[in-house]
């Protein structure tokens, strides 16, 4: 099996994040918040962040990409 592509890569940083950062969000709005709005929109632009973040790194540091 070969290199992942800069893009899969990417969306497998930014999927990762997502999830941690909506679990620890969970725990902490179950444990203390008994009202918030802004978090899930707040986690979507995080992972959407790092998506793209992470596709420029790739997409920089590797020579043999193509779009």
Known sequence: MGEASPVV???RNGFGV????LLAASI???AFVEDSSLIV????T???GVFY???YYY????PDSSD
Request: glycine share 4%.
């Open 18 to 21: 997502l999830l941690v950062a």
């Open 46 to 48: 995080l992972g959407a």
């Open 41 to 44: 929109p707040a986690l979507w």
């Open 59 to 62: 997409d920089r540091t590797d």
């Open 28 to 30: 902490y709005q179950f």
């Open 9 to 11: 890569r990417a969306a």
């Open 53 to 55: 973040a992470s596709k």
